[in-house]
């Protein structure tokens, strides 16, 4: 069974900065991607940032030059820098394991004051 565990959500005012960490089960070199997804009260779930195990990244429009998501296959983590932050951003944040099958962690929140 795999486990995700997101952690560094929190409160930040609007320009500052947030890491968020996703520690996983196991090996996260046996998923063909890793990504970070957030859903807004009363939005659908939207891709944030994506990082596949050949290391080919992409963003969403609304957070490139922004964010910076990276993977860690020694320690079996994936990370998502968050720089520059928006009132926009707010969201809780989903950590995400791809295979034949989605896994998902718990989420964690951020919320950008203004």
């Known amino acids: 069974q795999v486990q995700l565990v997101e952690s560094g959500g929190g409160l930040v005012q609007a320009g500052g900065s947030l890491r968020l960490s996703c520690a996983a089960s196991g090996s996260i070199s046996r998923f063909y991607a890793m990504a970070w997804y957030r859903q807004a009260p009363g939005k659908q779930r939207e891709l944030v940032a994506r990082?596949?195990?050949?290391?080919?990244?992409n963003y969403a429009d609304s957070v490139k030059g922004r964010f910076t998501i990276s993977r860690d296959n020694a320690k079996n983590t994936v990370n998502l820098q968050m720089n520059s932050l928006k009132p926009e951003d707010t969201a809780v944040y989903y950590c995400?394991?791809?295979?034949?099958?989605?896994?998902w962690g718990q989420g964690t929140q951020v919320t950008v004051s203004s």
């Open positions: 995400n394991a791809q295979s034949n099958y989605y896994y």
């Open positions: 990082v596949t195990n050949t290391d080919s990244i």
